[in-house]
């Protein structure tokens, strides 16, 4: 944690952005929009990828940063939701996690120059979005073998820690593990953000 984003804690309570997925809908991005010229023949349907929106889509989501900041927001937190390799593999793209977390972070900060730039007064800060897996630990996918998981711990806790050290790289402030419905992957995620 800097000693910016600390002294400023010391000092008042800071508001965090909102839902950046409700955002991202409004702008109904078609399959072409999400694959932009990059991705034209990957071989699997990208809708839906809305982490994948900061290669393909970068002024949308850095506009939407800036809405939050306009809007009073004091932290932005990246559009990593699902950012790590587990729910990337639904896509084929697991390769792409360490890119698409750096470009979160940087185009997040992108946002942050650009409101300031503007005459907005900070300091304002980055939170690198760690969200919930398409696995769980603790429930079996399959009904008729209680005990079989589609994941190992190792497994959940390194894709998190690919994840956070990718953010880390593109210059979050802090972390902000979210929305993580399986307390066994909060607890991978904890124990890769150690």
């Keep these: 944690m800097s000693d910016a984003l600390r002294d400023t804690l010391a000092h008042r309570i800071l508001v965090l952005d909102g839902a950046m997925g409700t955002m991202i809908q409004r702008h109904t991005?078609?399959?072409?929009?999400?694959?932009?010229?990059?991705?034209?023949d990957w071989d699997s349907p990208l809708a839906g990828n809305n982490d994948l929106?900061?290669?393909?889509?970068?002024?949308?989501?850095?506009?939407?940063?800036?809405q939050y900041l306009e809007?009073?927001?004091?932290?932005?937190?990246?559009?990593?939701?699902n950012a790590q390799a587990v729910s990337m593999e639904d896509y084929g793209m697991q390769g792409l996690v360490r890119e698409i977390n750096v470009a979160a972070a940087k185009v997040a900060?992108?946002?942050?120059?650009?409101?300031?730039?503007?005459g907005a007064s900070g300091p304002k800060f980055v939170a690198?979005?760690?969200?919930?897996?398409?696995?769980t630990l603790s429930l079996s996918?399959?009904?008729?073998?209680p005990g079989f998981r589609g994941v190992t711990f190792d497994q959940v806790k390194d894709a998190y820690r690919e994840q956070i050290?990718?953010?880390?790289?593109?210059?979050?402030?802090?972390?902000?593990?979210?929305t993580v419905f399986d307390t066994l992957n909060a607890k991978a995620a904890v124990v890769a953000l150690r």
């Design 29 to 40: 991005f078609t399959e072409a929009d999400y694959r932009g010229e990059r991705f034209a």
């Design 128 to 135: 690198g979005s760690i969200g919930p897996m398409n696995r």
């Design 141 to 145: 996918p399959d009904v008729e073998d």
């Design 109 to 118: 900060r992108e946002a942050i120059e650009v409101h300031l730039a503007s």
């Design 165 to 178: 050290e990718a953010l880390a790289e593109g210059g979050v402030d802090f972390f902000l593990l979210e």
């Design 53 to 66: 929106l900061v290669l393909t889509q970068p002024d949308a989501i850095r506009d939407i940063y800036v």
């Design 71 to 81: 809007a009073g927001s004091d932290v932005v937190s990246t559009n990593t939701f």
